[in-house]
């Protein structure tokens, strides 16, 4: 069993990357939104939180860390929950065919 366990286990996050996110200090429903919110409403938010993650510095490193867990919810990286689950899959279909590992 405790095999099992150290097979699953991942490996702990470095939050090192945050300290210089440009995001750091907005309002967090920014980049999750409230519950509730109508298509119209989600849509201004994501392109206002997009915004913001394009002239981030670090946005590799946030998507990175988003496809790694993966984060369900929110915008990370400059992606919404649809476009990640996309670019996952592109990475393991990537990584399927190099023969590597899809999130590494």
């Not at 991942?10 to 967090?28: M, N």
């Amino acid at each position: 069993m405790s095999q099992v366990r150290r097979q699953l286990a991942r490996p702990r996050p470095s939050w090192g990357w945050q300290d210089h996110a440009a995001c750091r200090g907005e309002d967090l429903v920014l980049f999750f939104g409230p519950d509730g919110e109508r298509q119209p409403e989600r849509e201004i938010r994501e392109r206002k939180a997009k915004a913001i993650c394009a002239q981030c510095p670090v946005r590799i490193e946030c998507l990175d860390y988003a496809l790694s867990r993966p984060e369900k919810y929110g915008t990370w990286g400059g992606m919404n929950e649809d476009e990640r689950a996309s670019e996952r899959r592109r990475r393991m279909r990537r990584a399927a065919s190099a023969g590597i590992s899809a999130v590494a």
